[in-house]
């Protein structure tokens, strides 16, 4: 085989963007239809996947109670996703309220493809007061087949935890979608976490979050970003509200593996391995 055909061949286009943008808490209405503006806007540049922020629908913010606002995890909200999905014939991965049928609230990761299919996860690791407002249902992160391959998500503060990315790696992903409402005051956490999970993985990532500050005070992180397998910014937004987007190749994903054998050594005999890693 020619050198210039296997690199034709090896090449696996796509185009990923993120949605940046404030949610005022219970105005679910006026949070749908700036979040679906800015949907449209990236569908328009022909986007595959588009990761929105955190609890974009209901807002975030840990005063309030949204109980009412909360769906069993596949009722109207992630419907409507299902919908837009179809609609505009790309994958999304965000996070939602949702609740149990014993009313526990649960902040849920989905990732939803143009087919209509919804795999979701609740968010393990809580940060803060989270605790207080959510439970955890057990269970690994979502992570699911798309048609421009596997696709992940980890919950904002989960995304600081290296072994819920890694464990997806494991799993097959090659794009990992971080919904988020990162506080600003650690925004130094965020931009190093979101390059590091990139780089130790081999991974695409998507990290999109709130910005703004919600009425309790809490200041968001925003800067929202798409992160190349080597831990390289490939776009991203500042403090204000609007779209990112880049095209990259998915046969990045295998080079960057093979030219830093994380995910081999880790799992070759003869190395060290967390328990279970080496079964995997």
């Keep these: 085989m020619s050198g210039d055909l296997a690199t034709a061949e090896s090449f696996r286009a796509a185009r990923l963007g993120v949605v940046q943008m404030e949610a005022a ?3 679910e209405q006026a949070n749908v239809a700036q979040a679906q503006a800015y949907v449209e806007q990236l569908a328009a540049q022909g986007i595959d996947l588009i990761v929105l922020p955190e609890l974009f629908i209901t807002g975030y913010d840990l005063s309030y109670d949204l109980s009412a606002l909360a769906d069993p995890p596949k009722g109207p909200h992630t419907q409507l996703l299902s919908q837009w999905a179809r609609q505009y014939e790309i994958i999304i991965v965000t996070a ?5 049928h014993d009313g ?8 939803v493809d143009e087919t209509g299919t919804i795999t979701g996860a609740s968010k393990q690791y809580l940060w803060g ?3 207080q ?8 992160a979502a992570l699911a087949p798309t048609r421009i391959g596997m696709v992940g998500a980890a919950i904002c503060y989960e995304a600081g935890f290296p072994e819920v990315v890694r464990d997806l790696a494991l799993r097959g992903a090659e794009i990992i979608g ?8 650690r925004l130094y956490a965020w931009d190093l976490l979101t390059r590091s999970r990139a ?16 009425p309790s005070g809490v200041k968001f992180a925003a800067h929202s970003r798409l992160v190349s397998t080597k831990g390289e910014v490939l776009a991203g937004l500042g403090e204000n509200p609007g779209v990112a987007s880049a095209s990259v190749d998915l046969g990045d994903i295998s080079r960057s593996r093979g030219a830093i054998p994380y995910l081999k ?11 279970g890693y080496g079964e995997r």
């Design 25 to 27: 808490p219970g105005e």
């Design 96 to 100: 939602l309220l949702a609740k149990t």
């Design 104 to 111: 526990d609230l649960l902040d849920w990761a989905v990732v």
């Design 129 to 131: 007061k989270e605790s």
């Design 133 to 140: 407002k959510f439970i955890t249902e057990p269970g690994p």
């Design 178 to 185: 971080v919904p988020a409402a990162f506080g600003r005051e």
């Design 199 to 214: 780089l130790e993985n081999g991974c695409f990532l998507a990290a999109a979050g709130l910005t703004g500050t919600n």
């Design 265 to 275: 050594d880790l799992t070759s005999p003869g190395h060290y391995a967390p328990a």
